[in-house]
């Protein structure tokens, strides 16, 4: 039987989630078509919201003896589907519903039942530059100007968007092409630096940061959903907590990489020993377009490849993982659009070292394992602006291959206690007891 609980003291002040949220989404691809199409489906009975924990998903509170798991959305003040208002920037000029048929991910005729508010959702002229990305040029450009100017039209654009919108809150969130590798330059370093590079247009500041930039300035939480370098540089960093706004990325964790972090923790806390892991996929739609650029794929190698040595941490198991070889290949093959499929074959090795194989095929949907973490992290950035959070969140890992983290830190990407992470902290929010799995309590 439960016993009744008093209500508990928050740990921190969550402001209500009053009025509309308007979501900012930098590229009007797969992904955001995706997940806009999808929002406007659920809200009209066509589908269910499968693979978002902030429509789904219970939290345990108490012990579990106590029968408490309200919905999460249930247990913190989450915005409702209702109140998401959707707008956004693309080089191309195509409406969200001209997108989504080109992305060709959701059958037409549920977006024949979607298009009257697809069709609205019509992008602005982008902040492009065909260094970051190659493979891909569209005439919805800003042109003219310097970087701080184009960053200022930014900004205007955002007002504009929420004044014509009507949105009490917003929150940003990059879908956008995958970006040339890069890592922080002097530019990167302090703000009035980065300031003085958007002024003189310092070839190493990259779109997305511009993005990131205007928004922030803006007081408007930033999440990245590409691996791009974006708001992982110490200028960006101290202008979130300056400006009190939530920033997380980077690159959202979907297909082959979330299957390694289901199975990785499982082989180390085994203790079962590996040689090899040779993950190769294929993908035919305009992400994979941009990734057969070479400097593209090596961001996205970058988040790939240091999952597994973080989860494996050969440095501390050196019997069992100091000769590892990873391999991530990604190859365009247009026939497949959407519908990816990876390969993996892993080469363990278990007691006296004898070996084993695994082969998994994951015939995945890219964009339909995507869309309901861009809802989670919207509506989650929304909460942690209302909870006064600001800077990093290192608590929404969950979703990402390469987790951002304070400097210093190792990114923690065990996707189980990534989730224990996660709902400790909306406990937190909520003055609930944090859940240790101790558990000794039942036995006494
Ligand atoms: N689908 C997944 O499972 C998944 C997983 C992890 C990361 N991602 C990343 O998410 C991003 C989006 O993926 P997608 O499949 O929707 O790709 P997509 O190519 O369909 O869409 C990206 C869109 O961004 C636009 N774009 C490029 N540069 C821009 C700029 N500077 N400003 C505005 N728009 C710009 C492109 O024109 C394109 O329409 C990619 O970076 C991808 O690597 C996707």
Redesign the pocket.
Known sequence: MSTPHPPRESNVAVAPAEGKLGILI???????TTFMAGVEAVKRGLGQPVGSLTQLATIRLGKRTDARTPLIKDFVPLASLDDLVFGG????DDTAYD?AVH?NVLEASLLEKVRQPLEAIKPMK???NSEY?RR?N?PNVKTGGSNMDKAEMLMDDIATFKQSSGAARLAMIW????EVFHTPGKVHQTLKDFECGLMKNDPDIA??QIYAYAALKSGVPFAN???NLTADIPALLDLARDRQVPVCGK??K??QTFMKTLLAPGFKARMLGMTGWFSTNILG???GE??EDPGSFKS?EETKLSVLEQILQPELYPALYKDLYHAVRINYYPPRGDAKEGWDNIDIFGWLGYPMQIKIDFLCR??I??APLVLDLVLFMDLAQRAGLRGIQEWLSFYF?GPMTAPGLYPEHDIFIQLMKLKNTLRWMQGEDLITHLGLEYYD
């Not at 879908?175 to 995958?178: I, M, N, P, R």
């Open positions: 930098p590229g009007i691809g797969a992904v955001s920037w693309d080089i191309y997108a992305a982008a902040v492009f990305v891909i569209g879908c956008g092409s995958t779109p997305s959903g590409a691996p690159d959202f979907t297909g739609n305009r992400d941009v990734l996205k890219d964009s394992l995507a291959k």
